[in-house]
């Protein structure tokens, strides 16, 4: 039985992980600072002796009594709405945040996983995008204070990881989606089916034909667990290498909620990426690792959370 503490635990991810931990007989602590994550994805979890909430900003030097085996660091805002109203908040996660977890996991000679993203390749010039490509980012952009955040972090990883022998590990998520994303938070997929479960027009940026790559949370968890079990310390890309376009997209949550939705279409987001497919090459090789959900059965899944969501809304307002 391992006790490993997961910032960022009550967020999408976070929650999924403490809730995986938790059902292997592990010890988990859940750090959060509650700004983007939310109390009620974890409160389930309250029940178990071997679970424990710390309600803490990261960027504050962490106490926790007691051993820790395994560090995984998945706080941060981590939607495009999140960090361009919180850009402040999102650099020193990614900077004073990201030392703090490091410092605590070596203190602990504990190791270390880093939830990096897709963001780090900007947006790119290569398709599909592997681990040693170097990006195409904006550093001074609006969605740099995100991009560069996860940067700057998977650079101080890796000088622990060199300076210290630190067991680090640092993954690299592409468009994670599945139940407890937050309705709201700009995403295309809670965007998406909110949109078209309320009879709303569905907002599509640009015309449609940027890229992405969907990969269903419960293929992720699985993931990061077998990065986390492995000695392996170099970027890792973890998402489904199956791409669509994002009309595509649209088009296949219109068809799954019924819905009579329209679609309307704004201008692109300054940087938005235009591409977004990751080469898993590694991880296949690695790790054995590949995603396994459909896109149907994910898809469901999540468009049932959300109008369980709706529903509640619904009653509370009738």
């Not at 020193?92 to 703090?100: A, C, F, I």
Request: hydrophobic residues 40%.
């Amino acid at each position: 039985m391992a006790r490993i503490l997961i910032t960022g635990g009550a967020g999408f991810i976070g929650s999924h992980l403490c809730e995986f931990f938790l059902a292997r007989g592990h010890e988990v602590v859940c750090v959060d600072n509650l700004l983007t994550g939310n109390l009620e994805n974890v409160v389930g979890l309250f029940g178990s002796k071997r679970f424990r909430f710390v309600e803490q900003d990261i960027c504050e030097k962490i106490n926790v009594p007691g051993r820790l085996d395994h560090v995984l660091h998945f706080a941060s805002p981590a939607s495009p709405i999140e960090y361009l109203e919180l850009p402040m908040e999102t650099l020193k996660v990614g900077s004073l945040g990201t030392l703090n977890a490091l410092e605590l996991a070596r203190a602990n000679r504990a190791g270390f996983l880093f939830a990096s993203t897709s963001e780090v390749y900007g947006d790119p010039l290569v398709r599909p995008q592997p681990e040693d490509y170097w990006g195409n980012v904006n550093p001074v952009g609006p969605r740099s204070v995100y991009d560069e955040g996860k940067r700057f972090s998977e650079a101080l990883t890796m000088a622990f990881r060199r300076t210290y022998g630190l067991a680090t590990k640092i993954v690299r998520i592409f468009n994670t989606y599945g139940p407890r994303m937050r309705p709201h938070d700009g995403r295309v997929v809670p965007a998406f089916i909110t949109q078209a479960l309320q009879g709303e027009d569905l907002t599509v940026f640009g015309d449609g034909s940027q890229t992405r790559s969907f990969c269903f949370v419960d293929d992720l968890v699985d993931g990061i667990y077998r990065l986390m079990l492995s000695s392996y310390g170099e970027p890792v890309n973890m998402g489904n290498p199956h791409e669509m376009t994002v009309l595509e997209f649209a088009q296949e949550v219109l068809h799954m909620t019924g819905s009579p939705s329209r679609l309307t279409f704004k201008p692109l987001p300054k940087d938005d990426p235009r591409v977004r497919r990751p080469d898993i090459t590694r991880a296949r090789t690695l790790l054995g690792w590949e995603p396994r959900v459909p896109l149907e059965v994910g898809l469901r899944r999540t468009i049932d959370y959300f109008a369980g969501l709706t529903r509640t809304a619904a009653t509370a307002s009738a």
